[in-house]
């Protein structure tokens, strides 16, 4: 018991410094939070913490094919309307966005490369994101978090049928 004891302290005390650790970072590199107050010259504190949202791009042509492609070279990004994923804890996001030791155990599945589709292209570079520029009704990208350890349910992992652990044989 007092074994136990000793090894749930260490945890908080990992935990706390890691949380730390990791808001540092977040307010220097991490998903940048959707506020629409202006950032702020005078006071740098409190401009480091404000919105860093990623500009906006715009392509020549954004529109679809006129007609379903018969060909893949003539796909355009605007005619894909479905995305999905297979993989393992890369695509899971297996631990992506943690902030303490805790957060180790979650999947990520927003903010995936492949198949997030968390808010859109100015708060988080995916590929879904970037596809929604060109099609708004893109389906299947992930919206949510799901745990490694428990079922993941649709409405959050959308078509992301990526399994933390899993490997080809
Ligand atoms: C950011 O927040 C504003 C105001 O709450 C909202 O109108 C806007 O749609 C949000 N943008 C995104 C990308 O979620
Ligand atoms: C990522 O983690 C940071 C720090 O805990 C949090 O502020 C932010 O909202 C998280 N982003 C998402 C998209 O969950």
Redesign the pocket.
């Known amino acids: 018991m007092k074994r136990l004891l000793i090894v749930v302290v260490l945890c908080g005390v990992v935990s706390c410094s890691v949380t730390e650790n990791a808001l540092q970072q977040d307010n220097e590199v991490g998903i940048p939070p ?3 107050e202006a950032v702020d010259e005078t006071n740098p504190k409190k401009a480091q913490t404000e919105e860093k ?1 990623h500009p906006l791009f715009q392509c020549p042509d954004m529109s679809p094919s006129p007609s379903v492609p018969t060909s893949v070279e003539f796909v355009k990004p605007a005619d894909v309307k479905v995305i999905a994923a297979l993989g393992d804890s890369w695509t899971t996001a297996f631990g992506a966005n943690a902030s303490s030791v805790f957060g180790l155990a979650l999947e990520f599945r927003h903010l995936s490369w492949s198949i997030g589709g968390h ?2 292209c ?2 988080v570079i995916t590929l879904p994101n970037i596809l929604k520029l060109f099609n708004p009704d893109l389906i299947g990208a992930s919206s949510g978090m799901s745990n490694a350890f428990r079922k993941t349910h649709i409405k959050d992992a959308g078509f992301n049928l990526a399994v933390t652990g899993d490997n080809t044989s």
């Open positions: 959707n506020t629409t949202r808010r859109t100015q708060d």
